[in-house]
């Protein structure tokens, strides 16, 4: 199994290093787990020799980008982006571009593709996602949304299969792409690298979600949001609320999915939710008061809520 990671300047360093440690720890013990799993060779590929992190790390390239299709499996890291507008500058560089026009020339039936974080853009870019489902770093959601229309977004598992590609969550959901890639050449193996690293199994990333960092500009979006915190304390009616800021149940229900992939009322939901944690953190309230300063008449329903919250199947409803 030949594996190519693909990063360039700037990229975060963990990205690199942790898929680095994983798939090299792999290699290390396979013999050892059963001497029947083939080989596994990792190589980074670059537009240059040298490769700088914005950490400072530095990597050597031992790959060209058009050496890529005679892999087996190739890996887009982060761009080391945190903004929307960052990332899609980022997409103007020319590195970028090379590696975008690299990998609309691969196969994806011949070479498996993966990415993960910021390095979801460029597969997506070079149109390796369209039709499919796919994940990508939670805060920059709208921003790929806007961008990439025809991708389906799931927060909710933190690696996302859709036939040949694979792509995975916020940065550190390397670890957990580098585990799924390995999963492909043995379960067993996969299983004694994790034991070996101590790496907990994290089904989905929407957990860590902060919706206050959501980024976008829409501004019915935003009427909404604006109305639901002011009354977040009161029973929530979809009626009154369009009604306050002159839309429609309808139009309200389509700019939110449009925008950020979800219903009002998950957005309700996940405003409780944010405002309950955010009471737990700063307060001594008990879950009874936090409960109806929430919105909710009792604390079983916050409870309740909050547990299907944490399931990884149910993130998207809030």
């Not at 040949?164 to 799924?180: E, K, M, Q, R, Y």
Request: aromatic share 4%; net charge neutral.
């Amino acid at each position: 199994m030949r594996i190519g990671l693909v990063a360039l300047d700037g990229c975060l360093g963990s990205a690199v290093a942790s898929l680095v440690d994983i798939i090299s720890t792999a290699e290390a013990v396979r013999t050892t787990v059963d001497a029947a799993i083939p080989p596994i060779e990792l190589s980074i590929a670059s537009t240059r020799r040298r490769v700088t992190a914005s950490s400072g790390m530095v990597f050597s390239a031992t790959r060209t980008l058009r050496e890529l299709e005679e892999l087996d499996v190739v890996v887009v890291t982060t761009l080391g982006t945190f903004t929307g507008a960052a990332t899609e500058a980022a997409m103007e560089q020319r590195d970028v571009r090379a590696v975008v026009r690299t990998l609309r020339s691969i196969d994806p039936e011949r070479t498996r593709l993966a990415a993960a974080c910021t390095g979801v853009f460029p597969l997506a870019e070079a149109g390796h996602l369209d039709g499919r489902l796919a994940t990508t770093t939670w805060f920059l959601t709208p921003t790929f949304r806007a961008r990439y229309p025809e991708v389906t977004l799931d927060l909710d598992r933190m690696v996302v299969a859709d036939g040949p590609v694979l792509t995975a969550g916020a940065a550190f959901a390397h670890i957990d792409l580098g585990l799924a890639i390995l999963r492909s050449i043995s379960p067993e193996l996969t299983r004694h690298v994790a034991r070996l690293l101590l790496i907990d199994e994290r089904p989905s990333q929407s957990a860590y979600m902060v919706y206050d960092h959501l980024e976008h500009n829409d501004p019915l979006v935003l009427a909404f949001e604006g109305f639901v915190r002011k009354h977040l304390t009161e029973q929530f009616d979809v009626g009154v609320a369009t009604h306050a800021i002159g839309t429609s149940r309808r139009t309200l229900e389509r700019r939110t999915r449009e925008v950020l992939g979800m219903s009002p009322l998950d957005i309700v939901q996940r405003l409780r939710l944010e405002r309950a944690a955010h009471l737990r953190r700063t307060t001594d309230l008990s879950t009874e008061v936090i409960a109806t300063r929430v919105g909710y008449a009792n604390a079983e329903t916050l409870r309740a809520l909050e547990r299907r919250a944490a399931r990884p199947d149910a993130a998207a409803r809030g």
